[in-house]
Structure formats: structure tokens, C-alpha cells
């Protein structure tokens, strides 16, 4: 893995600034590497060169979540390129059938790094998956990325760890050109996504490149504890100053008046259960509400990936004090409002208390979670969801002039309805509204061929070509389950590792 380190000076213009960016190499050995996908946070680069075909399981699928996340891994080519053979890797190599090959040079790499190679490098030739893209040389992909779910995985046809690359005077340019410029516009719609969440009340959240998130939560009620707050400040106050006036001055007032002064000791509890009846009144909602959760996440799944990425934001109301299990499972991270907000982005937030009843067993769990009466909490989670659904899409695409006939078919096979589906191919959308668990959808539409062209690295959510699906899931919790659930909005964003039928290039 890599971590940038920026060096600042004083006075130190932009372009000495950026030539002052360092990149610090961290290895790892198979066995050691972390088996969760939080474990690789602050990387910009995963490197998954020769060795790592002996990554466990557990290893592989943290980086796979790592990717679906935004993260950014690389994958080598050379005389020995094990992984790509990896069966636990197909979903994500963006390429088969790998050859090696000996070659004189490489104008790509010499008119990416401007440092001419002319040594003979050894490269492996694979073919192309749909959906994949780059720099290809004599029918060669030697720079060859794949988007998987909102990372990406990127493919060199060559090892910059054996000759000539040792001694390569671009090597470095190779690296901060073209892989930080890929993982930096990555991070950057990760953290896009990161924000939106931070807030569950807002009434919209914006995705990379328009993608709808959910807008409010689908399956909430008027009547929902999250729509109540508490009195106002000044009615509390009112409530309080009208208490004092009438349990001293007037309640002794006229109990003198009476001759009858010696019955304050029974008019004063009176009184005092009158106005704690009155604030029960004012604030009748909340007390008569029971322990509540709501829930807004976003799902990242890859096809052929046994495990998807959750991220988002739930908010609890515990009506009574005392001690909760939070009935957390598969969840690597938990970040209270406070955490998350001054952490990553800088902003505000008030500590939810939470933070000191989680404890990380090998996932974070809070089975002694501590609340006041009345208590709202939220939290921030990243939870690895196990992901076995197929959504299987045929799909052919003909050329008619500047328009593309899209025909095919959608099926649902996961045990959810899928609410405002949209088939993302490149730029065009297809509509396929609600789709029902077990129902088959057919796709009979036009698309505009510049849809379908070339993007830069930084234009999600997919490759050129390569195609996608958006929904909004009905059925499917994510984070904890304690409580009434009064509010979901669960969004799925799914690539497809291939389609069935004729997606052209």
C-alpha cells in the first residue's frame, strides 16, 4: 500500500508544493494483512503484486470491500502474474486468457511518464472483460482499469518491480500520474458520499455524477418519533417560571390569606404534580413513543462478489434510560456524530455517548450501550453485508445512426422488491420502475451512442461501456436492528462484472 505525505514550505508555490508529494511504501505479507476493509483506510493504493495469490480468504474479501468502498487496487503483469488466474479475483480482473509476451519498449508508458523505454519488458496480454477500459499498444492493454462497485481496479501489463522498471527514471512519474490521479477522484466521491450521509434529516442527498440517493425514508409515518422534538427551550422555561411563582409567593400568599399557612406542606407536592402533568402534556409524544430506530444506507455490490459494502447513518430513540444491546452484526466501523463529522470533514456534532460502550471483538459490537430517559443517539456505519442475490441482465445493443437500440432482459432475483430500478450503460439510463422479488422486466429502449463513449478516470460511476444498476431496496436492514423500525431508505448500487448478450466496445 502507499500513503501520500504532503510536504508544505513556506512560500512554496502550487507546483512545488505538488513536486514536494511523497508516497510512503508500506508491505505486507500474506497471513498479516488486515481482514477487514477499514483496515486499509488512508491508503491511496493497494499493490496486489507477486505474492499475493497466498492472501487468505478473509484477506481477499477485505479488499474487495476495500474497492467496493472507493478504494483503488493495482494488478501486475510480468513474466509471474498468479492472481490473475486467482479464482476468488474473477469478478474483479479486467481481463482472461493472460500470455506473456516480450516486447521492445513501450511508447504508453513513454507518453505517459514523458522518459522514453526502449528496454525489452515482459508483459502479460489478456483480453479485455465488457466493461473494462485504458491504453492499449499493438493490441496489448498494457493500462487497464475496471470499475468495481465506487472503487476501481487497475491493471499493468508489466511489473514495475522487476527490470527495467528498477532502474526506470519514469517510474515515479508512472505511479503519481496516473494511479493518484485515479485514487484521489475516487476518495473524493467516496467522502462526497460520506457527507451527504452525515445528516439523515435532509430532505436530499446528491450521488456522484446525479445519481439519485434516497430522499426521505420510504416507509416512514407521519407519526414517526423523529418528526417530535422536545418543548422548545422557552415553553420549558415558561413552564418552569410559572411553577415557581405559583408553588412560593402565591400558593403562601393565599394560604396566609386563609389563616391556613401550615397546609403549604400539602398544597406545594400538589402543585408540583400539576405542573410535571402539564410538561408531560407538552412533551406527550416522546413519552408515549417506544425504543425507535431509523435507518438511511447505501448498499455497494459487485457481481460475483460473495460480500457488499453498507454504509450510512441510523438515528435511535430510547424512551427509557439504562442499558441496550445494540444488536450490531458485521459491522467493521462505528463512528458517532461527533467522530465522523470533526474526523473527516470538519464540521460540528455533538458526542451521542456511544463511544465508550463499543468494543471491537473482530466486528464492532455494543451490547452495553448506556442512554438517559428520552435519548436520541446516531451513528455512522460501515458493515459488511453478506451478498448472494443474482440480478442477472441480458442486454443487446444495436447501432441505428447516432442512436443505439437497447433490447434484453432484467430479472429480480433477490428475495426484495427493487423500487425505481435504473440500468446504467456508460451515460444512459434505462427506467425500469418497480420490480418485484422473482419478477423479469424486459428493456426495449433507445440510447444515444455518446453515451456510450470514453470518460476520464474521475466520471463515475462506471467504465465506458461497462454497466450498472441503482434501486431503492424495500426489506433489507442494515446496521442495528434494536427497536421499531419508523424510517428505511436502503439504495443499491450494483456493476456487473458481465452481461449476458452483445454489449459492444
Not at 292 to 303: C, D, K, M, N, P
Request: proline share 5%; glycine share 12%; aromatic share 10%.
Amino acid at each position: 500500500g502507499t500513503v501520500r505525505r504532503q510536504t508544505e514550505r513556506t512560500g512554496a508555490t502550487d507546483t512545488e508544493r505538488y513536486n514536494a508529494t511523497e508516497y510512503r511504501p508500506f508491505a505486507c505479507l500474506p497471513g498479516k494483512g488486515p481482514d477487514r476493509s477499514i483496515g486499509y483506510n488512508g491508503l491511496d493504493l493497494v499493490i496486489l503484486a507477486e505474492g499475493a495469490e497466498r492472501l487468505t480468504d478473509p484477506e481477499v474479501s477485505a479488499i474487495q470491500r476495500y474497492v467496493l468502498g472507493g478504494g483503488t487496487i493495482l494488478m501486475t503483469g510480468g513474466a509471474v502474474s498468479p492472481i490473475l488466474r486467482d479464482e476468488r479475483w474473477a469478478a474483479f480482473v479486467p481481463g482472461t486468457n493472460p500470455v506473456v509476451l516480450n516486447v521492445s519498449g513501450s511508447s504508453v508508458v513513454s507518453d505517459v511518464t514523458g522518459v522514453p523505454l526502449r528496454e525489452v519488458t515482459t508483459v502479460t496480454k489478456i483480453t479485455p472483460s465488457p466493461g473494462t477500459s485504458g491504453l492499449e499498444e499493438n493490441g496489448v492493454p498494457m493500462l487497464w482499469y475496471r470499475k468495481c462497485g465506487l472503487g476501481m481496479v487497475v491493471y499493468w501489463a508489466f511489473d514495475p518491480f522487476q527490470a527495467p522498471f528498477r532502474t526506470y527514471a519514469g517510474r515515479q512519474k508512472l505511479f503519481t500520474d496516473t494511479v493518484s490521479t485515479i485514487s484521489n477522484a475516487h476518495s473524493e466521491y467516496k467522502n462526497e458520499i460520506g457527507a451527504e450521509l452525515v445528516t439523515f434529516r435532509d430532505d436530499y442527498y446528491s450521488y456522484p455524477s446525479g445519481m439519485g440517493y434516497p430522499t426521505a425514508p420510504n416507509d416512514a409515518t407521519a407519526g414517526s418519533v423523529f418528526r417530535v422534538s422536545m418543548p422548545p427551550t422557552g415553553t420549558v422555561f415558561l413552564i418552569l417560571a410559572c411553577y415557581f411563582v405559583v408553588v412560593v409567593p402565591l400558593n403562601f400568599l393565599v394560604l396566609n390569606k386563609l389563616g391556613k399557612g401550615q397546609l403549604a406542606w400539602v398544597t406545594s407536592p400538589i402543585i408540583g404534580l400539576a405542573f410535571a402533568g402539564v410538561f408531560f402534556y407538552v412533551a406527550r409524544d416522546l413519552y408515549g413513543a417506544s425504543l425507535s430506530r431509523a435507518t438511511r444506507a447505501l448498499i455497494v455490490a459487485h457481481e460475483g462478489a460473495p460480500l457488499a459494502y453498507a454504509v450510512g447513518n441510523q438515528e435511535f430513540f430510547f424512551p427509557v434510560g439504562g442499558r441496550y444491546d445494540l444488536k450490531l452484526e458485521g459491522v467493521e466501523s462505528v463512528t458517532t456524530t461527533s467522530d465522523f463529522t470533526g474526523g473527516y470533514y470538519g464540521g460540528g456534532g455533538s458526542d451521542t455517548g456511544f463511544s465508550d460502550d463499543l468494543v471491537d471483538v473482530g466486528q464492532v459490537v455494543a451490547t452495553n450501550a448506556g442512554v438517559s430517559n428520552l435519548a436520541f443517539r446516531e451513528i455512522h456505519f460501515e458493515q459488511a453485508l453478506p451478498w448472494q442475490h443474482r440480478l442477472p441482465l441480458s442486454l443487446k445493443l444495436v447501432r441505428s445512426g447516432s442512436q443505439v437500440r437497447a433490447s434484453g432482459a432484467f430479472t429480480n432475483q433477490t428475495p426484495y422488491e427493487l423500487r425505481s430500478v435504473i440500468v446504467w450503460v456508460g451515460l444512459n439510463q434505462l427506467f425500469l420502475g418497480d420490480v418485484k422479488s422473482g419478477e423479469t422486466r424486459s428493456v426495449n429502449e433507445l440510447l444515444t451512442s455518446t453515451g456510450l463513449l470514453e470518460r476520464g478516470f474521475e466520471q463515475p460511476p462506471m467504465s465506458a461501456n461497462q454497466v450498472g444498476l441503482t434501486a431503492d431496496v424495500t426489506g433489507l436492514s442494515v446496521g442495528s436492528s434494536i427497536g421499531m423500525e419508523q424510517g428505511r431508505a436502503v439504495k443499491l448500487f450494483y456493476t456487473y462484472s458481465t452481461v449476458s448478450g452483445e454489449v459492444g466496445r
